[in-house]
């Protein structure tokens, strides 16, 4: 089992940038996939990017695509997510989550554990 914690979130302008981060506990990090989802207001949870148990490969909704990078450091067990170019619809709850399965998850169902979640705002 791992346990998730995320930071990083808060209140951007739009064209603005934030980097979320994921603290993830237990030895065997880096046989998880790890990816972020999110979730905006009256809105469903969605799938947001994903990276692979080593970090080569890497997987973006193609909402975020060129703007957003996730990326992980299996030594010290984080994963983060740089956001550029922010704009106001990307406005939500960003999540961390784990999969159990490999080597990389691109659906929302896969994912096993997710984090309590960090708001991230982005003003017009």
């Known amino acids: 089992q791992v346990q998730l914690v995320e930071s990083g979130g808060g209140l951007v302008q739009a064209g603005g940038s934030l980097r979320l981060s994921c603290a993830a506990s237990g030895r065997t990090f880096s046989t998880y996939a790890m990816g972020w989802l999110r979730q905006a207001p009256g809105k469903e949870r969605e799938f ?11 997987y973006y909704a193609d909402s975020v695509k060129g703007r957003f990078t996730i990326s992980r450091d ?13 704009k106001p619809e990307d406005t939500a709850v960003y999540y961390c989550a784990a999969a159990q399965r490999g080597p990389i ?20």
């Open 48 to 58: 947001v990017a994903a990276v692979s148990w080593s970090g080569v490969n890497t």
């Open 74 to 86: 299996n030594a010290k067990n984080t994963v983060h997510l740089q956001m550029n170019s922010l």
């Open 105 to 124: 998850a691109t659906m929302l169902s896969e994912y096993d554990y997710w984090g309590q979640g960090t708001q991230v705002t982005v003003s017009s």
